[in-house]
């Protein structure tokens, strides 16, 4: 069965060392000091080792049952879920005026990472909840919030987003569900909604669904949907439950993975609805949460990841096969451990190159949206919005790679259920396709974001990359290693910016042509600028000879692991991008 | 449930205006005129799309049963196992002296991925027989062969192949199984084996295991194994079944895919055994296989990334979701098909420029099989011996990567299971692991094949690519857009290549940290040959007038398109490489 262990060494090294956290002028990023993140990251890491990681491979190879109409979860869940409530960690980063602690989203992102590497069926619950309490918090009344929150808060009532209908699913245009308004405010829901996530199970006593829905007489496509509100059971007057609502589940789904999580089709007949947020704004509702739900899909991307690796690494420790072409290492055993082999370390090295980049990466991007909350911080806002759809696709699509390469390190045994391996490809191979398939986060990012603001954000990151290049360009240690890649891969991206600019507006295509590429191209700078912040972290440690010294000799290692054999890709997107529209277009449809 | 269409124009194509087949001069090739494969293809398109297409998705969700130490296939198996055993199919490219029809690999492999294609899990109980068959018919004395032979060449009886054991996968030097010789000349034969595909199922009367195993006394480590014939039921003088063997079922493997072919716990159990070939040499007797065995690890990485591109595209242009950017495309409906959009089709493009090219060099790769052994070309063998590594490699990379991109155009509705994109996705894996794992087709590649002969193949390779630029230099439709990117390529090829000459004898780490790049820059390389092939023949057709003329301008715009698009990642590749060992093995052991 695989194991898994709380990067706490790793996720401390990003919050202190490299984003200085508790130095930030955020407000509540001074109660974030290394002392308090770190106990709660111990405790954390505690959980998901030994809760939630050994309930993973079991949930998978049983998944929900759904009988009778009532899905179940597996067997220890619902234990686990208790726990979970007890410890008060769905509660971490909500508001303390609805029960939570209050803490910033880069701690609760850094926590979320370890339960959903540790299991992702079981933390979606959670997470769901957690998206679903963002936009009631955001556009809901005050009697909506007071009545809602302090249970999503503490999880005794889940949450979850109902967006996609068989015949709408990126364009929510076309949405059919439909609400009737009735005399006393409320609405009447009537549709289908499917690839509900969370959709129901037996964790909770209520679950709060979120309903994208048309009001009868509303505008066409997307212009004309509204945000309600679903309960599956009515909440009475004074708070306890009443009646079940006409909420039912038509189906539950058979999944390539998160098999323990229930991706339900949701069938609302005539269900007692309300409106959350004003009459067709449901879209704007869902787009203030949507940085927010992005980052945690790259989070799971991220995790997955993590979890993977940590067990192809053990693996390659422990499994004898071979000799070194060097020379045995291990003489007096039967063969040398498959790790001295380059190939192995080829793959182990890709897959903690991307891994560490990665989450210095998502924290980052988890402070930009503190920042831009707490200190409605415009600027940091742009920056984020126009860094989203490069963190959920870049980190899902290498995220999902590292779990494959993980898996190859265990040969046919990575191919066997048994050793867990292949439920983390599967597993991840969701977070490439939901919150927004990858393609329509690339589209995003060059149809959208990149031209926003007259692009200032772009040009607010190329300044960030400048400065700091210029800012370490006297550091030997950095210099050839990593400012140098860091500057070669900067220019590609600026080229790729300018081939646009010059192209896209007199022929769209152009651009969107070379989307996906420019989303990767952008995710490996972002990783090249993290791993020389980290790489000069590091260095800064070591000269000042503070710290785990062989902690940061492996961090510069790895890091120009990934400048010199990651980095020089962006060359390669580039050279997609430049290609144009034409090869892409030029195939009839009928010819595929 | 998706569907299978046998891609007939397109091997017609290969097999004829660019592999010129039946003009070969390859004893048994002028039988292969276009009417005649076109008859062949089209025949057994008809059972891969209309008998084994139709049990693949049914056979994933049911899987075989294990029961009573009984294996049962899913239903429908059975019976489409007598309409291929009726058809002659097995029979295809066997001895005709035992019953075979006499074929060439080439014909074998084309016809191999269209059943593949339609429904891999089945085709394997057809594919593991062949390779018994090729084994006793390659070793065996004449009395194993005309016991045995005939009826595998039916596949009345299937046959296995036993080598990993739980201690010994990659390294089969540390075999344990036990073979002790008996006065009758026989032996007994006690150890398992695992991972054995179809090692035991419901449909033919015997199954004849060939098992690697050391023969008391024998020197130890690799040069100490022997090959043993040893079948589930033994067969008495006069050729009908008598008793069972001890050979049993330990176990059935639960597997990430491929869920209706039964990979099987082996137990040996003082089990009757007869040595096939030499004593010690069992290791010599499958190498003689080996190239046959991988190609047909290529085919099945090309079959499913074919299967899933074609439902991909069917959904592509079915699937009605947003608008053009360039305007409606389809405005009397809701919304456009999606494949108006630039990223779906890149991703499309992506898939198809891979297989049509993938299938050329797949189907090259057969013919160089076909005249390694049917002229004894010494120059043939040893090119093939140097292409194997690299078709088994990157066909079945690649075509993991292709289902994977077919997966991902579905949405959220790819990831459920009725959809079966996911089924070609964890089919798929399997190739990428199974008969050597792609890092040992890497090393096999760089640290065996490309030294061979002095570097005679590598040498006849680069001097093929050469001469057929030298050749069509004078061609407008092919210098800009297919010889020079072709030329690029191949000169990293020899880039690395050199690289490795200088660095490898001194340091064989630098060659291994590059080997796995080296195997993708090879087949990028492979590809842009095939492509430039294929766009010399199209052009020609085209200039002549004869043929679909839709059909080829397809073909070249495909073909620039991987042109333009794919063949660049060879100076990524290069970079890699030349990067050297030190990023690769610096981090110590424990620190992963």
């Known amino acids: ?105 880069l701690l609760g992102t850094a926590v979320g990472e370890l339960f959903s590497g540790a299991n992702q069926s079981f933390t979606m619950y959670q997470g769901l909840t957690h998206g679903a309490y963002s936009a009631i918090h955001a556009h809901g009344t005050d009697a909506q919030k007071a009545k809602w929150l302090p249970r999503m808060v503490s999880c005794e009532w889940t949450g979850t987003m109902n967006l996609t209908e068989p015949q709408s699913g990126t364009d929510l245009g076309l949405m059919r569900t439909r609400a009737v308004p009735q005399d006393d405010g409320t609405y009447r829901i009537t549709g289908e909604k499917i690839f509900i996530s969370a959709g129901d199970h037996d964790l909770a006593g209520n679950v709060v669904h979120l309903v994208l829905a048309r009001i009868s007489g509303a505008p066409e496509g997307i212009k004309g949907v509204s945000l309600f509100i679903v309960p599956k059971v009515l909440v009475n007057e004074d708070g306890s439950l009443g009646a079940r609502n006409n909420v039912s589940v038509g189906k539950v789904e058979k999944k390539m993975g998160i098999h323990a999580n229930a991706t339900c089709v949701m069938n609302y007949d005539g269900a007692e609805g309300y409106l959350l947020g004003q009459e067709h704004k449901g879209m704007r509702a869902m787009f203030t949460m949507m940085n927010e739900a992005r980052l945690g899909v790259a989070m799971q991307g991220l995790a997955q990841a993590e979890a993977a690796c940590q067990n192809a690494a053990d693996y390659a420790r422990e499994r004898l096969q071979g000799r070194a072409v060097t020379g045995a290492e291990n003489p007096g055993g039967p063969a040398d451990s498959i790790i001295v082999h380059p190939d192995v370390r080829r793959a182990l090295m890709d897959q903690r190159s991307f891994i560490e980049g990665a989450r210095a990466f998502l924290l980052w991007g988890a402070s930009l949206i503190d920042r831009s909350r707490r200190c409605d911080d415009a600027a940091a806002e742009g920056l984020i919005s126009l860094l989203i759809p490069v963190l959920k696709g870049f980190l899902t699509d290498k995220g999902f790679d590292a779990t494959v390469a993980a898996q190859q390190i265990f040969g046919g045994h990575g191919y066997i259920e048994e050793t867990g391996m292949s439920q983390f490809v599967r597993d991840a191979r969701i977070t490439q396709i939901y919150e927004g398939a990858n393609g329509v986060q690339a589209l995003d990012l060059v149809g959208r974001k990149l031209a926003a603001e007259g692009g200032k954000p772009i040009m607010a990151f190329f300044d960030l990359v400048k400065r700091f290049i210029a800012e370490n360009e006297g550091d030997a240690v950095l210099r050839e290693a990593f400012l140098e890649p860091l500057k070669a891969a900067s220019k590609d991206l600026q080229a790729a910016s300018m081939f646009f600019m010059e192209n896209g507006a007199k022929n769209p295509n152009a651009a969107l042509a070379g989307s996906y590429d420019f989303m990767h191209l952008f995710g490996h700078v972002c990783l090249g600028l993290m791993w020389a912040r980290m790489a000069g972290a590091s260095a800064a440690a070591l000269a000042s000879g503070t710290g785990d010294a062989a902690f940061h000799e492996a961090k510069l290692v790895t890091g120009r692991y990934y400048m010199a054999r990651q980095l020089p890709a962006t060359a390669l997107h580039l050279a997609r991008i430049r290609s144009g529209d034409a090869p892409v277009m030029a195939l009839p449809a009928d010819r595929f």
């Open 1 to 105: 069965m695989p194991t898994y262990t709380a990067p706490v060494n790793d996720i401390q090294f990003v919050l202190h060392q490299v984003l200085g956290a508790s130095e930030q002028d955020i407000p509540g990023y001074e109660e974030l000091d290394a002392e308090f993140t770190a106990a709660v990251l111990e405790e954390a890491g505690k959980i998901a080792s030994g809760v939630l990681a050994p309930l993973n491979l079991e949930g998978d190879s049983r998944g929900v049952r759904f009988e009778n109409g009532v899905v179940r979860t597996p067997e220890g869940f619902r234990e686990a879920f208790e726990q979970i409530k007890a410890g008060g960690w769905p509660a971490l980063d909500c508001d303390p005026d609805y029960g939570g602690q209050g803490m910033p989203v």
